[in-house]
């Protein structure tokens, strides 16, 4: 039955949109003998479906947004900055904004960096297929999955009790005392990060990987020849020639970060001071029935957050369209 | 022959490393997954893939079931209340001494009475007396216990705890999800690759804008636009069909933009000659350019496919959380929730979740990977 209406479903969404093209293309076929006229309606048609959609999904929103943020919680009354004063005084952001700068500052950096050194070895190894393989496994994997998957590593009982979280196992096997990982402020910070640090690392590595191919094999063997060790060929070759990949990693990593909530939501639901921005907002849409102002406030540090991306990326493209 | 280095002995040892930390993880939910729920959450999922030494304590049967037995009055029964693959070593009949006997050994006790346990948990016990306790005699047993593994848990957590019917409802979001958003990009991408147009180069700004808006920008306005049409129209706001569009609209502009990008770069040689012999934008589209982006499409599809699986984000906000709607992340999450310490559960749920991903992973690597080098930005 419900994999009836599955594939009702999705014949049905799917069908309306090719239908869509089809019938457009053939009406206009029809009706237009003249070959001049081909371009603009044409032009229309295909772009008509994608345009609304990027109107009425992103850009429409982006502005309404904005606005929102300058009213109450009804988005009927213009407050002023009264949202945003709240934002700054209210000790739940405050505590979003310094962890979101820590996993700015950590998450990014380590990525970019076990991804290059990972990239390096493995594609110099016969079984670095395979490692390579598992560590980009991960990536497939949701954020909440991840969540579970962690959650179950950091678990913890008594000090007592048989220990079944892994890293707790490890910790009782050394002479320590276990620890509820995910309940010690600020620490726990790292533990949630270790868990995107996890994920994102397979996309830096493969990156890495696809750019390390694109480096003058003649260049390494000159290097060679002159005496350089393999460390310093790493950092006066390798790391030089791969700047524009770190860069754009980084921003991808960072886009990602900056956005983090599916992990905060799963784990700690923002619990023992690990709420970010992301999550503040989530809970701001709903919490005392939604209140969409300062929803909106927290939607907007975000963006501002990605608008130096924003540009550096237009800018970017610009350059490759000249050359 | 290769020969082995200090430095490249260093490389293989750091990349051990990373791969075992970076395998443990998910292999620990694996095996979980396939655990008896009892003994999950008694002892690590390391302890399950070996055979273990256990030592346990049972009781036997009390007096209400002895028979009399050529003259002995006996209780025979076995053990473990339910079947399994424990091998019994020895066993002892004080506390103080756990391991007193060997199997098959005839333990005399303290009132004379006779009992040798085997090795499958059966025990006869016998006196020459009428037994009277109203208790059974506690038997401290070692055995090895060698790893069994059940599928019981996925049994419960498909078909009791509805992750079944969640795995289902994410299929119904993540297919259209994902063609619709191909059908109306790749027409947008070609207008905006070879077709001439006022406002283009614009268009494109924007789409390299919008590719990093996070998408918490849209959900509010966003939410109460459906809300006005569903009250509009005096139907639910959230619906399959709303989650298709607002994924279709936050997957816009990447899929837009690697699919210019791909078909930006076919042969212009190619359209000019089929313009010439008079074929019309959409002929060229779709005899042309449709076959030849295969391989791109691929990468795409692939890609979108698994953001929309993978996403708790939109299914939370503009689909209603009840079994019928209910995507898989969401009710991993709600899970987490109320069943937070049954990590048969957790595992086995997390685990299906990550069946469909897995499978793309390991049988589509090629094209996931592709897709990704050419561009992962994703608003």
Redesign the interface.
């Known amino acids: 039955m419900a994999i009836f209406s599955l594939f009702f479903y999705v014949l049905t969404g799917i069908l309306v949109c090719i239908l869509y093209y089809h019938s457009a293309n053939f009406l206009l076929d029809y009706f237009v003998k003249k070959k001049s006229n081909d371009s603009s309606i044409r032009a229309f048609i295909f772009i008509a479906p994608a345009f609304f959609i990027l109107i009425i999904f992103i850009i429409y929103p982006v502005l309404e947004t904005v606005r929102l943020s300058f009213f109450d919680k009804y988005g009927r009354e213009f407050v002023g900055i009264s949202n945003y004063i709240w934002a700054i005084k209210d000790p739940e952001f405050r505590r979003g904004i310094l962890n979101n700068l820590g996993w700015l500052l950590i998450v990014p950096t380590l990525c970019t960096f076990f991804g290059l050194v990972i990239a390096n070895l493995a594609d110099r190894l016969w079984w670095g297929t395979i490692a390579k393989s598992i560590i980009f496994m991960p990536l497939a994997i949701s954020f909440v999955g991840a969540g579970v998957i962690w959650k179950f590593v950091y678990d913890y009982r008594g000090p007592g009790d048989q220990q079944i979280g892994f890293l707790n196992a490890i910790v009782v096997s050394l002479g320590f005392e276990p620890q509820a990982w995910i309940t010690i402020p600020i620490w726990n910070n790292l533990f949630l990060m270790a868990i995107m640090i996890w994920i994102q690392t397979g996309l830096a590595m493969v990156i890495f990987s696809a750019a390390l191919r694109g480096i003058p094999k003649e260049m390494l063997e000159a290097a060679r020849i002159d005496g350089a060790n393999e460390l310093k060929i790493f950092t006066s070759i390798i790391i030089p020639y791969l700047q524009q990949t770190i860069l754009v990693i980084w921003t991808i990593i960072t886009i990602l970060v900056l956005k983090i909530f599916d992990i905060i939501l799963a784990v700690t639901n923002g619990q023992w001071q690990t709420e970010v921005v992301a999550n503040l907002m989530f809970d701001w849409m709903f919490r005392g029935g939604g209140d969409s102002g300062r929803g909106s406030v927290f939607a907007i540090v975000i963006m501002i957050a990605v608008i130096p991306i924003m540009i550096l990326n237009i800018y970017r493209h610009r350059e490759e369209q000249k050359i | 022959m290769k020969k082995y280095t200090f ?2 002995l260093i ?2 040892f ?2 051990l490393i ?2 075992i930390v ?5 292999f ?2 694996f095996v ?1 997954s396939f655990r008896d729920k009892d003994l ?7 302890t399950s893939l070996i055979t273990n030494e256990v030592n346990e304590i049972y009781r036997t049967e009390n007096n209400e079931s002895q028979i009399l037995e050529n003259n002995l009055y006996v209780i025979k029964s076995n053990l473990f209340e339910n079947i399994n693959k424990k091998k019994i070593t020895s066993f002892g009949i004080t506390s103080k001494n756990i391991n007193e006997f060997i199997i098959n050994d005839i333990a005399t006790l303290k009132d004379g009475s006779k009992i040798t346990v085997y090795e499958n948990g059966d025990y006869i016990w016998t006196s020459e007396k009428p037994f009277e306790n109203k208790k059974g005699k506690r038997i401290f047993i070692t055995a090895s216990s060698p790893p069994t593994f059940t599928i019981e848990n996925y049994k419960e957590v498909l078909f009791k705890e509805g992750v079944g ?1 969640a795995f ?1 409802n994410t ?2 979001v993540a ?2 999800s994902t ?2 958003p191909l ?3 790749s ?2 991408a ?2 905006l690759s070879w ?3 006022f406002g283009r180069d614009t ?1 494109l ?21 459906y809300n006005d049409i569903g009250a509009l129209f005096n139907v639910s706001s959230k619906s ?2 709303g989650v ?3 994924h ?3 997957g ?2 990447s899929t ?1 933009f690697l699919l210019r990008n791909f078909i930006k770069s076919l042969p212009h040689e190619m359209i000019e000659a089929a313009r010439v012999d ?1 074929a ?3 002929n060229i ?1 779709t005899r042309i350019i449709l076959p030849l982006s295969i391989p791109a499409f691929a990468s795409i599809f692939i890609l979108q496919f ?1 953001w929309v ?5 939109v299914g ?2 503009f689909l209603d959380q009840v079994p019928s709607e209910i995507i898989i ?1 969401a009710k ?2 709600e899970l ?1 929730g109320s069943r937070g310490e049954n ?1 048969e559960i ?2 086995t ?2 685990f299906v ?2 069946t469909v ?2 499978a ?2 390991f049988m589509l ?1 090629r094209y ?2 592709r897709g ?2 050419a561009g ?2 994703k ?1």
């Open positions: 430095s490249s490389s293989q750091i990349l990373f791969v970076w395998i443990i993880p998910t620990g939910l979980t999950l959450s008694t002892s690590g999922w390391w019917q289902i299929l119904t297919i259209p063609v619709i059908i109306i990009c027409f947008f070609y207008a077709m001439q147009f268009l700004a924007l789409i390299i804008a919008s590719l990093v808006v996070p998408l918490q920008m849209s959900l509010i306005p966003l939410l109460s636009i399959y069909p298709w569009m607002a279709t609209g936050f816009l502009a837009t008079g019309n934008h959409y589209f698994l699986w993978n996403d708790l984000l939370l906000v992340t991993l999450r987490l990590w957790l595992t749920g997390a979740s990550m991903p897995l793309i992973f690597q996931f990977i990704l080098v992962s930005v608003g």
